[in-house]
């Protein structure tokens, strides 16, 4: 995936081994990184605890060293490239460190020289078993990116182009990915379908499901998992999911509530006639696969959501300073402005 991105080829499998090498080379973290997180109370959000760790790589940023140095712009994509690759290999120990940390009384887990990027994620985080390193490699390779318009991949772009090294241009891209409507959307859905199995049960009937939305929907509230600013039908993301579901958790009862979800949202939001997209995207199934294999703190799911985004927005980041894109800069409109066009919209 990383191959592709950064150079738009599909690799040969020499290529792709040659690249998952490399990463491992640069995986070595400075001590003063686990540092900076442990002066956090482990109470702190994973999510907060992941931005101190990248602000904290930062210090070794190539980028800003070369700029200092008077750098030529035209060879600006040199090192961002290099702190790029160098973020992307040390995401997934900074983001275990913190699993471990908060939930596992802090006793580390080595990473295997042995295992790919993503079964060695899956490794270091605690899991053993093949089907969870195999999810874990599906899960980093879906969530890398998907379009620029995202509030991760667009606040990566943005930051990045006011010639930000790649690390602060990350920890910015994952603030926001750190909000409820974007990447903190993943434990949301979780949650809401744990809220349906204790109301309801796991083996609810379809027509009490569909009260029950409905219900949801009457109170004023969302049904999480649906809709995307974007697509207009069910996001791939969600069906490459759903394969591995049937394939290796096929009777797991979330599973099956997640499927039963699926049949029943979709035309209940199309009534309602103000829905363009009714159908699931890929928070709606995410949680479901992480909770069936044993990682249930969904409070931490959106740190593995930005290990996964950094393959997308770090390639995105390359190409702008590879092409010398200028800083983004969004026209200012005055309150009058806004006045004038809302009264020639609301007359036609």
Known sequence: MLWLLVTGKVPTKEQALAVSKELKSRAKIP???????????????????FTVGIMALQVESEF??????????SKFWEPVYEDSMNLIARLPEVAAFIYRRVYKGGEVISADSELDYGANFAHMLGFKAADMHELMRLYVTIHSDHEGGNVSAHTMR??????????LSFAAAMNGLAGPLHGLANQEVLRWIKHVVGDVGAEVSTDELKEYVLSTLKSGKVVPGFGHAVLRKTDPRYTCQREFALKHLPEDPLFKLVSKLYEVVPPILLDLGKVKNPWPNVDAHSGVLLHHYGLTEDNY????????????????????RALGLPIERPKSLTMDWIEQYCKSKSTK
Do not use: E
Not at 307 to 313: K, L
């Open 31 to 49: 001590g003063h990184v686990f540092d900076a997180i442990n002066s956090l109370p482990k109470s702190a959000h994973p999510m907060t605890q």
């Open 64 to 73: 800003h060293k070369a700029y200092v140095k008077g750098l030529h712009k």
């Open 158 to 167: 943005l930051v990045g182009s006011a010639l930000s090294d790649p690390y």
């Open 301 to 320: 799911y959106t740190v593995l959501f930005g290990v996964s985004r950094a393959i997308g927005v770090c390639s995105q980041l390359i190409w702008d």
